[in-house]
């Protein structure tokens, strides 16, 4: 395996550490970068628009003060530690409160429950840590081995690291507070990994060794530090094992919903947009003229099926909701906003 040397080890430093001073070159070009990658973000969630997430991810900056805190924990830089997990908090605020104030601005009826980059960012399991792991080793050898680096476009594509905040701030303007907190938990799997990839790959290659020839500051290693490394790692993956059984749980419990809400939207010649379940919850969308179908009779159907323990939330063309809970035969309306 190729040692990277003082040449390579200086551009790595160069790349990954933002200087101090707000008007310096690399400082500006984060912030710019990040609040047009949120921006972007943002208005392709509201618009469920792939293309321009996408955009957004080749954009977005995040990943080199989280690449930078794997090199400044293998140079043993405390400074650079403090400062690069202070750069990636304070950029993942700045997105969340961006997207925040789209969410105001748009505040959609059905609290984005038929929006597909929600529902694709809310239910983080297992096999998203065990790509991001992958994606953020191939980050980590696209930087050491600059012969590869047109891999970097790919690298940005696959991690998602600004879509979920924006989603977090989306989400939170509409108070469903709980997928919120799956948004965020699905950067922060992602942060996760790319650290502890790279702290691996750059301990692999060298690189404490090529900063020492260049001049650069390099501290005492410990074996703690690999062992924080990890123990973030699995703490992070506590949540993804539950979520994975969760997410399970509810593709069972949406498949078997939907033919139901199907036969109960046609009696009214109604149409059914959307079928999901969330934690038990299942949530359908509807659009037709009215008089609406009685939610009640949804409620009842569901049960005959053996659903009866699953609540049931019904969004309605026109934003009102209804909420059926579980082993009840009663349903009220409530603002979709509050959903």
Known sequence: MPRVD????????????????????????????????????????????????????????????ILGSA?????????????????VLGGALT????????????????AFASNSQVSSRISPRLIDLVAALATGTVGAFALVRSDISDTLPGVAIAISLVPPLAVTGLL????????????ALLFATNVAAIVATGTVVFLAYGVRAGAGEAGIAVGAFRGRTLAAVAAIVLLVAVPLSVGTLSVARDRALAANARPVAERWAAAGNWQIASVE????????????LP???????????????????AALELHLVGGRTHWCPADSATCTVRDSSRT
């Open 6 to 65: 003082a040449t390579a080890a200086d551009r790595m430093v160069t790349a990954l550490f933002i200087e101090r001073a707000w008007r310096s070159p690399s400082s500006t070009r984060f912030w710019v970068l990040l609040v047009l990658a949120a921006v972007i973000a943002s208005a392709g969630v509201v618009g469920d628009s792939t293309a321009t997430v996408i955009g957004a991810m080749i954009v977005a900056p995040l990943m080199t003060p």
């Open 172 to 183: 939170i303007t509409t108070h469903r507070f709980h997928d919120a907190s799956q948004s």
């Open 71 to 87: 090199l400044a924990l293998v140079l043993a830089d405390r400074h650079q530690v403090v400062r690069c997990a202070l750069l």
């Open 291 to 309: 008089p609406q179908p009685a939610p009640t009779a949804l409620r009842e159907a569901l049960d005959r099926q053996g659903m009866r323990d």
């Open 95 to 110: 997105v969340v409160a961006i997207g925040m104030l789209m969410g105001w601005l748009v505040s959609p009826p059905d």
């Open 277 to 288: 379940a969330r934690s038990g919850v299942v949530v359908v969308g509807v659009l037709g």
